[in-house]
């Protein structure tokens, strides 16, 4: 992968160089942040691993636009650094892509993070990024992703061609990590269908379009599953989890229905090559109350219901959204993810508001209940419900972000 990454940002230099050569750099912005992260967690966790956590990471962000407004330059890399878990330390290339927009189209070159999907707690068609899976369990972070995407705009709708450049593996905790399985992943020896292995190149496709209050898009995937199955491998002293790629076709939809306060919402998927196919998709709601208690305060209310036909039992997500409208930008987000038929819960509440104009600053508490479940976890055996692996895993987290 690092030949390609090396390759590929050539070819980005140059294109860049040729681009810019006969144009003056109007608009360059340097952004970016600075993060310290701690996590402290109730209990030792099922290996003994440490009980506090702690985390630094850098996110430098240079942008450059064209005089004429119709090329642009984009170069954001990330350093993490874990004081417990060397799999959560990171050098990567978040963005590092050059955008030219024309006439008829846009293309897009490099390495870049594009999102699909319009739920708010599983994204079932997001699938173009890999999931930075050691940053947070949530699938919320995201790997940049190499590619090559040419956008056009017509009064039918937005059509979007993707050729991927090969591919990133997800992230695994290791032996001194939290919120992980018992037994570890081998992410140095991962299993791939195609012959080309992680420098298959993939192709995907989105259309999208939008009617007044009313959104949909439609998205078709060819590649290597960005999700692994796993295999036991047991010719090592100890154990471990091979991560299996598959080639997939995944087909998905994106349904957005926006009446009043009301946001009607749906993403489901079929997807071939992993198996038998199967399908999934969260289909749900948000409402909104505009400034309750005659206050600038919203309070968004969510619901979503999810379905998995690898699934016995699928969870259904409960959350609410306190946005206080101020200059701190302040926001309190909570909810679950229960199980209705075990009564498992992963219960969050996260806070966060600004420090002046320079600063973040935010807090987070998760917790994992046992439902119905008498006995406690072992660890060395099959689990039953959702959340068993986690029993040992509540936290609080505390962030402080400064902004370059």
């Keep these: 992968m690092n030949g390609l990454f090396k390759n590929l940002n050539r070819l980005i230099f140059l294109f860049f160089m040729a681009s810019f050569s006969h144009n003056i750099f109007s608009i360059t912005e340097f952004l970016g942040e600075i993060s310290i992260e701690g996590r402290s967690f109730s209990n030792e966790g ?5 009980k506090f956590h702690s985390s630094l990471s850098v996110s430098p962000e240079i942008y450059i636009e064209s005089d004429n407004l119709k090329k642009s330059f984009t170069f954001k890399p990330k350093f993490r650094k874990d004081s417990e878990d060397s799999e959560r330390n990171l050098i990567d290339i978040q963005e590092l892509h050059w955008t030219i927009i024309g006439n008829i189209f846009e293309t897009k070159i490099g390495i870049r993070k594009d999102f699909w999907g319009v739920t708010e707690t599983v994204h079932r068609v997001d699938i173009i990024n890999q999931t930075d899976f050691v940053e947070n369990i949530d699938g919320e972070d995201k790997l940049g992703q190499p590619m090559i995407n040419i956008s056009f705009e017509r009064l039918n709708g937005t059509f979007d061609i993707y050729a991927l450049l090969g591919f990133r593996e997800r992230t ?5 990590g939290r919120l992980r399985a018992p037994i570890l992943v081998d992410t140095d020896n991962p299993i791939y269908e195609s012959n080309a292995k992680e420098k298959r190149i993939d192709f995907a ?7 007044s209050d009313f959104e949909y898009a439609v998205s078709h995937f060819s590649g290597t599953s960005r999700e692994p199955l796993f295999k036991i491998d047991l010719s090592s002293p100890v154990p471990q989890f091979q991560p299996l790629y598959n080639v997939i076709d995944q087909t998905g939809i994106e349904i957005l229905y926006i009446l009043g306060s ?8 079929s997807r071939s090559g992993q198996e038998d196919r199967f399908s999934a998709s969260t289909t749900g709601f948000e409402y909104t109350q505009i400034g309750i208690f005659e206050s600038r305060i919203d309070l968004g209310w969510v619901a979503e219901f999810n379905h998995d036909d690898r699934m016995e039992n699928s969870p259904i997500s409960l959350g609410t959204r306190l946005t ?3 200059i701190a930008d302040t926001q309190i987000l909570s909810g679950l993810l229960w199980n209705k038929d075990t009564d498992e819960k992963n219960i969050f509440i996260e806070a966060s508001s600004r420090l002046k104009s320079c600063c973040k600053i935010s807090i987070e508490g998760v917790i994992f209940t046992n439902g119905k479940k008498l006995n406690k976890f072992n ?3 099959e689990p039953e419900g959702l959340f068993d692996y986690f029993q040992e895993e509540d936290f609080l987290k505390l962030e402080f972000i400064y902004y370059l």
Excluded at 172 to 176: H, L, P, Q, Y
Aim: charged content about 25%; aromatic content about 36%.
């Design 172 to 176: 695994f905790g290791g032996k001194k």
């Design 324 to 326: 206080f409208n101020d």
């Design 46 to 50: 099922f290996f003994n691993q440490a």
């Design 379 to 381: 660890p060395y055996k």
């Design 205 to 211: 496709f989105r259309w999208s379009q939008y009617f």
């Design 262 to 269: 009301m946001a009607f919402k749906l993403e489901g998927f």
